[in-house]
C-alpha cells in the first residue's frame, strides 16, 4: 500500500504568516481545519479539500486591515506548494482529470493536467464585488496562484448561473473532483518524465551506434560530411546531431540539477524546494555557460579572427570547419533550441516574452550563419554573450548559499562585463558587419560557391543584431536598477526574475 502522501508548508512574509498540513489520501478520514480570517475563502477551500478527499489545516494570519488580496493570494500559493510537496515526482497517476459540478442553477466544468507546467484558464463569470468579505475579483486569483505554485494546468470555466455564491462554489467543486481523478494512482510505476524519456531516446542513440552501427544513430551521435583529416564540410544531415542533443541536453539538465545541485544543495542547508530548484537551475547554467564560453574562447583564440574582425570576411566562404569548432557550433545550437523548452517549463520570468524574443533570433543566426558560412562571426558574438552568464549564474549560486557580499562583488563584476561584453565588443561585432564586408569580399550571391552575404542579406543580418541589442538595452536598464539597489545597501536582486523567498520545504 502506498505511504499517505502529505506535506508541511510554513510560509511567512511581510504580509502573512501561513501555516498548512495536506494529506492528499484522507478520503476516508478526513480532518479539515481551515481559517484564513476570510468566511467565505474557508468556505472554498473547505469544499476544495472535501470533494478532493484531502485532509487539510490551514491557518493564515494576513493583513486583513488593508484588504483580502495578500491572504487570498497568498494561501493560494500555499495550497499549491503544499500539494506539489505532497505529491512529490508525478509516479503512477492517471495525470489528467475533468469534471462537471452543479450546485442549483450554476454548472462549472474544470480540467485538470499535472504537467509540471503551469498554466491557468479561469473564467468564473462573477458579476458582484464581494461575497462576503472576499473579493470577487480575488477568486480567479485564488486559483492561479495554486496552479502555478503546484505546476499544474488548469482550465476552470463556470458554464451557467446567476448566483455568485453558485457559480463560485460549484467552479471549486469541479476543480476539486478533477484534481482528485487526476492524481489517482494507477499501480503503476509510470511518470510522465521529460529526464526519463530524454534519458532512455539517448541510451537508445548510443546503444544503437556503438552496438548495432545504426547508419541513423551515428548521424545523431558523431559529426557528418568529413572531407579531410579535420576539416568537415555541412549539410542536411547536421540536423540530426543538432536533433539528438536538443534532447541529450535536456536529460542531461535534469540528471546534473537533480542527482549534482540538488543534493550540493541540501548538504549547504537549502532546505526550501523551490529555492533548492532554482539553485540547481543556476548550477546547470553555470556549468554549461562555463564550459562552452571556455570552449569558444579557445577555438577563438587560435584562429585567425581573434581580435581581427577582418578575418570575419577575408577568405569568405569559410566552408570546412575543424571538428571542435563544428561540435561546438552544433552543441551550441542544440543548446539554445533546448533552452526554449527550458523557459516554458520554469517558472516564468517578467521578461518572459523577451527571453524567448532573444532566443528565437539567436536560433536563427545561428543556423542562418552555421548554412551560410558566417561561423567565425557566430562564434566571437557567442563568446560575448556566454561570460555575461557565466558571471550571473555564480552570483545568483552565491545569494543561495547565503554569501550575500560575494554575491554583491560577484554581481558587479556581472554588471561591469556586460556593458564591457554585450554593448562594447558586441558594438564592434555590428559595426565590422556594417562597414567591413565590401572592403574584403565580392559579397555576390553563389550558393554553388557557398556565398550567400549581398547587400540584402547583409541588411537581414544587420536587423537581427539590432534587434538583439535593443532586449540586451531593455536588460541593462534592469541591471542598473538592481546595482542602484547594492549601492543603495539592499542587496543584489535580479529583478528580470519573480520572487524568489518563502518556499516551501521539501
Known sequence: MAAPRT????????????????????????????????????????????????????????????????????????????FKQALGTPKGIKRFGSAFCPLDEALSRSVVDISGRPFADINLELKREKIGELSCEMIPHVLLSFAFAAGVTLHVDVLKGTNDHHKAESAFKSLAVAIKQAVELTGGSDVPSTKEITGLISCVVVLGHFLLSSPLAT???????????????????????????VVAFTFLRASIMKYIYHPLGRLVGIKPFGKRQRFAEQGFLFTYAGFFWSLGMYIMYYSSYWLNTSQYWIGYPHIYLTSLTKYYYLMQTAFWFQQIYVIHMEKRRKDHYAMVTHHIITIILLVSSYYTNFTRIGNAVLCCMDLCDILLSFA???????????????????????????????TVIVWATYAEPDK????????????????????????????????MIYWFSLIVKVVYRVIQGRGAEDTRSDDEDDEEEG
Open 219 to 245: 548521424k545523431c551521435l558523431t559529426l557528418s560530411y568529413k572531407v579531410g583529416p579535420d576539416a568537415y564540410d555541412k549539410g542536411v544531415d547536421d540536423f540530426y546531431f543538432v536533433g539528438f542533443w
Open 7 to 82: 506535506a508541511t508548508v510554513n510560509r511567512k512574509t511581510n504580509e502573512t504568516d501561513i501555516q498548512l498540513d495536506i494529506n492528499l489520501d484522507a478520503k476516508f478520514d478526513q480532518k479539515i481545519n481551515i481559517d484564513t480570517g476570510i468566511g467565505f475563502l474557508d468556505h472554498m477551500y473547505h469544499a476544495l479539500a472535501k470533494h478532493g478527499g484531502w485532509s487539510l489545516t490551514l491557518k493564515c494570519v494576513g493583513d486583513l486591515h488593508i484588504d483580502d488580496h495578500h491572504t487570498a493570494e497568498d494561501t493560494g500559493i500555499a495550497l499549491g506548494m503544499a
Open 396 to 426: 545568483k549560486l552565491l545569494k543561495y548559499l547565503g554569501f550575500t557580499t560575494l554575491c554583491d562583488v560577484a554581481f558587479a563584476m556581472f554588471a561591469i562585463g556586460w556593458p564591457v561584453t554585450r554593448h562594447g565588443f558586441f
Open 440 to 471: 574584403y569580399m565580392d559579397m555576390l550571391w553563389e550558393p554553388a560557391k557557398g556565398k550567400y552575404f549581398t547587400p540584402f542579406t547583409q541588411k537581414l543580418y544587420l536587423f537581427l543584431l539590432l534587434s538583439l541589442d535593443i532586449i
